[in-house]
Every structure is written in C-alpha cells, then in structure tokens.
C-alpha cells in the first residue's frame, strides 16, 4: 500500500493491519478518507476566512482555522470510525442517525464562511444599504428625541408673524373706536359740506332779497341811491319776510365751526388710534423679535446637539455594518430570504419575487451537506465487506482474551484461602470491567448469530450460542460455590 493511501485509509479510521489484508476494500476506504480530508480542508478554508473578518489578523487566521480544520476533520474522523456495520440494516440506521445529525450541523457551520465569501459583492451592497438605513432611522429619532421638527415649526411660526406685524405696520387699526372714528369723520365732513350749502343758499336768498330795496344817503354832500344791506334799509314790515332766512344763516354760521372743531377732534382721536396701534405693533415685533432670537438659539442649539449624535450614531453605525463577519451572515439572511409575490388590496401583483438567491444558497447548502454525510450514507449503504468481518473478530479475540485473562487470573488467585477476600473483590472489579466494557456488545452479536441461526433451523448451533453468553457468568458461579 502507497504511503498516501494508506494516510487516507487513517484519515477514514481503518486499521491499517487489517486493511492490508484485504486489498479490495482499500479504493472504498480511501474514497471515504478522502472525503473526511476534503471537509477538514473546506473546514480550515471557512474557519480561516471567518477569523479574519473577525480580528482582522492574518496570523489568527492560519492559525486558528488550522485548529478548526483539525477539529472538524476529527469530528467527521469520529463519526466515520464509531459507525459499525451490523447486521440488522434498520438498527444500524437508527445507530447513524445522532452521527447524521451531527454531520448536517458541521456542514452548516463549514458552509456559512464560504457563502458570505461567495455572495460578498452582493453582501456589501445589503451591509450598505443597511448602513444608510440605519442612518435614517438614527436621525430621525435624535430629531424625535431633540424636537427638531417642533423647534423649526415654531421659528417658522415666528418668523410669519414677525412678517404679518411688518405688514401691519402700513395697514390702518382695524379696531372699533378707530371704525367709529372714521364714522364720525365721514359723517362730519357731510354734515359740514349741509351746512355751508345751507348757509350759501341762505345768504345768496338773504343777498336777493336785499337787492330789491335801495335807500338814500348823503355822501359828499350829494343824495346817492345805494343798496339796501340792513334791516333799517327795508322798509317798514318787509324784515318779517327774510328774518327767519337771515337766522338760518346765522345759526349755520354758528354751526360751522363746531363742525369744524369736532373734525379737529376726530382727527385727533384718528391720529392718537394710528398712533397707538402702532405703538402696540411695534411692542408686539419687538417682542416678536426677542421670542425669535430665543428660538433660534434654541434651534442652533439643538441643531448642533442633533448634528453632534447624529455624527456619533453614524460612526457607530458604519462600525456596526462595516464588513465584519456577524453583518456579514445578517446580510447573507437577507439577501438569500425567500420572497413571495407582493399584491396589492385588489390582488393586483405588484412585485413578482427573484429567489435566485435562495436556491443558490440551498444548493451550496445541500452540496456541503452531502460532501459532509456522505461517508456515513456510504458506510451504511455499503454490505459488509471483508474488512468489517475481519475488524469483528479482531474484536471478538480481543474480548476473548480479555475474558480469558480475567478468568485465569482468577483461578489462579482462588488457590490462595488467605487471599479469599481480596480475590473476590478482584472477580468483581475484572466482572464489572468486562461486563460494562465488553459484555453488552459480545452478547449482542451473539444473540444476533442466535436468530440468524435460528431461521437456518440449526439447534445445536443455537445451544451452542447460549452457551458461550452464559459460559463467563457459570465460571464465575462455580468459583463462588468452590
């Protein structure tokens, strides 16, 4: 045997006295071996490419993958080596299932590395993506936490009303004692503008009724004929006609400058409200203008409270999705996730789904997977060969001489009366050693001979298997009853 083959054939587990003993079974064993070797590779491979993500050391990641490697080469090793081939094939499954079990686990573990490997490109898009989203959610909370949006809302607030009281310092009061006013005003000037039409036309009616009448009057020594602007100029009853026009007059002239002075007053009153109203605006601005210089220091404030965390949670969030390993599998979920077909309320597709990535991702799985059983199924589907009788009853010797050594021994330690203490004790350590370590399994393949013989009809045979089961429990009965 070739020295490579036979470092398969330990990497299967054979012994390799025996294998040598049977050529024909050495191609199976180092197939079998072979595929042990090629996980601890894959193994050492993965491991190494996770420590690195992990600590970021090239020497850890020889190192420690190399330990990992030699760890699950010797897991597979176990699991390979501890599977016996029996004779009842259900049993015998039933016996692989814990090692199969424990292969599909080691096949994860060993997988997971290479498929971030693998999918990388696309996982670094997700762990950015995933980044940026982060970095969303982190600022809209510090602006949640900070009130960004109500301290912004409120300047706004502020800044409107501050524009709406610039207006309002062109615009007129609208308050009712300045509507009054203006009332009082309009209603002045109309009766103002009554009275002095009235007044005219009383004079003008006043002025024709005098110029009817003349009077005579000595003006440098001559008798001139002039007109009559006096009541001593009318003659005697015709006053009486014009005397109630002639008060009318007199009491619109009266009139006139009241009215007059009451528009002074108004205006005055108009004047003082303009001037009030806009005292109060110009007291509101200004205090408008104090709340809006607070408010933008508290704006300023929080915005460079809210800029500072957002500048922390963004460094925390780039060092949480940087590409390290634990981002790295987060995003290899993601990424290779099953996805259904989205519809809208009326059963309208919307989105029809890409599982492209999940059925890559089950097919490495699944291949790894059957890299990682496939030598248990192999023992387990293969028929008992040469080797597997060989290696039994290299085992059935070695319980034999065991047995035998135990039994000798206590023959020999029986003689000594004086030791009969001490060597019961000896036949119940060297019982209760070969009981635990191989008395089950010896009896066990011979109750198997025993049915296998027993559907052959062979009686003798059968007699013959009991015997040896109850030959070691009969020796050591006569020995208590010498």
Same mark, same amino acid.
């Given at each position: 045997m070739r020295q490579f083959e036979k470092f398969?054939?330990?990497?299967?587990?054979?012994?390799?006295?025996?294998?040598?003993?049977?050529?024909?079974?050495?191609?199976?064993?180092?197939?079998?071996?072979?595929?042990?070797?090629?996980?601890?590779?894959?193994?050492?491979?993965?491991?190494?490419?996770?420590?690195?993500?992990?600590f970021d050391s090239y020497f850890a990641?020889?190192?420690?993958?190399?330990?990992?490697?030699?760890?699950?080469?010797?897991?597979?090793?176990?699991?390979?080596?501890?599977?016996? *081939? #029996?004779?009842? &094939? @259900?049993?015998? !499954?039933?016996?692989?299932?814990?090692?199969? /079990?424990?292969?599909?686990?080691?096949?994860?573990?060993?997988?997971?590395?290479?498929?971030?490997?693998?999918?990388?490109?696309?996982?670094?898009?997700?762990?950015?993506?995933?980044?940026?989203?982060?970095?969303?959610?982190?600022?809209?909370?510090?602006s949640q936490i900070y009130q960004i949006g109500e301290v912004k809302s409120d300047l706004g607030i502020l800044d409107t009303l501050i524009v709406n009281s610039t207006k309002q310092l062109n615009e007129l009061p609208k308050t009712v004692q300045y509507r009054n006013?203006?009332?009082?005003?309009?209603?002045?000037?109309?009766?103002?503008?009554?009275?002095?039409?009235?007044?005219?036309?009383?004079?003008?009616?006043?002025?024709?009724?005098?110029?009817?009448?003349?009077?005579?009057?000595?003006?440098?020594?001559?008798?001139?004929? *002039? #007109?009559?602007? &006096? @009541?001593?100029? !009318?003659?005697?009853?015709?006053?009486?006609? /014009?005397?109630?026009?002639?008060?009318?007059?007199?009491?619109?002239?009266?009139?006139?400058?009241?009215?007059?002075?009451?528009?002074?007053?108004?205006?005055v009153g108009i004047a003082q409200e303009i001037l009030n109203y806009q005292n109060s605006i110009e007291t509101k601005l200004s205090d408008l203008n104090v709340s809006r210089s607070i408010q933008d220091s508290v704006v300023k404030s929080r915005t460079s409270q809210w800029g500072q965390g957002s500048a922390a949670t963004d460094s925390i969030a780039k060092r949480s999705f940087s590409e390290n390993f634990v981002s790295q599998l987060e995003a290899l979920g993601k990424l290779t996730k099953y996805q259904s077909t989205e519809k809208d309320e009326e059963g309208n597709v919307v989105k029809e789904p890409d599982n492209t990535m999940f059925w890559i991702n089950i097919a490495i799985m699944l291949l790894f997977i059957v890299i990682e059983t496939a030598p248990v199924f192999v023992k387990i589907i293969a028929p008992k060969g040469l080797y597997d009788e060989a290696l039994e009853k290299k085992f059935e010797m070695d319980q034999s001489l065991i047995i035998g050594k135990s039994n000798q021994a206590i023959m020999n330690d029986i003689h000594n009366e004086e030791s009969l203490v001490e060597t019961i004790e000896k036949i119940k350590n060297y019982k209760q050693e070969v009981l635990t370590k191989y008395l089950d399994i010896w009896k066990e393949q011979e109750l198997a001979r025993v049915k296998k013989v027993k559907k052959a009809k062979k009686p003798k045979k059968i007699l013959a298997a009991i015997k040896r089961i109850l030959k070691f429990d009969l020796n050591v009965n006569k020995l208590f009853v010498k």
């Open positions: 398969l054939c330990r990497c299967a587990g054979v012994n390799l006295e025996l294998i040598v003993q049977y050529p024909i079974e050495i191609s199976k064993y180092c197939s079998v071996g072979a595929t042990v070797l090629f996980t601890g590779i894959f193994a050492t491979l993965s491991g190494g490419y996770a420590i690195f993500k992990i990641a020889v190192f420690l993958g190399i330990i990992w490697g030699l760890l699950i080469f010797n897991l597979d090793r176990f699991i390979v080596m501890s599977l016996k *081939k #029996r004779e009842n &094939k @259900r049993k015998e !499954l039933v016996m692989a299932i814990p090692r199969i /079990i424990l292969a599909l686990i080691i096949s994860v573990v060993v997988a997971k590395p290479l498929e971030v490997r693998i999918f990388s490109d696309r996982i670094a898009s997700v762990i950015s993506d995933q980044e940026l989203q982060q970095q969303i959610d982190n600022r809209d909370r510090l006013l203006i009332a009082q005003q309009k209603q002045l000037k109309v009766d103002l503008a009554n009275a002095i039409s009235q007044k005219n036309q009383a004079q003008q009616k006043i002025s024709q009724f005098f110029n009817q009448y003349t009077y005579s009057e000595m003006t440098d020594g001559q008798l001139v004929q *002039k #007109r009559a602007t &006096k @009541r001593q100029h !009318l003659p005697s009853g015709a006053w009486s006609r /014009i005397a109630s026009t002639v008060k009318k007059r007199d009491n619109l002239r009266d009139l006139i400058p009241q009215i007059e002075q009451q528009q002074r007053d108004v205006e």
